[in-house]
């Protein structure tokens, strides 16, 4: 049995869902290297700030 090219998202069952297009499945970004080190310093500095400003 042949189906018919289907432009519709059949799992949508609002008229008005099944009007807009299916959703695209964005692949995963590269992971760049830097990332640890940037999240290491920003929560250093973070907790450094809220430190020193209990401290005061």
Known sequence: ???P????NEAARH???RSLPPVAIAA????SEDN????FVLSFTAF???I?????
């Not at 090219?5 to 519709?8: A, F, K, P, Q, S």
Request: charged content about 25%.
């Open 52 to 56: 020193w400003t209990l401290l005061m």
């Open 15 to 17: 008229p008005m869902r």
């Open 1 to 3: 049995m042949k189906r």
């Open 36 to 39: 640890d080190l940037k999240l």
């Open 28 to 31: 995963p970004a590269a992971r």
């Open 48 to 50: 450094f700030i809220c």
């Open 5 to 8: 090219l289907v432009t519709t």
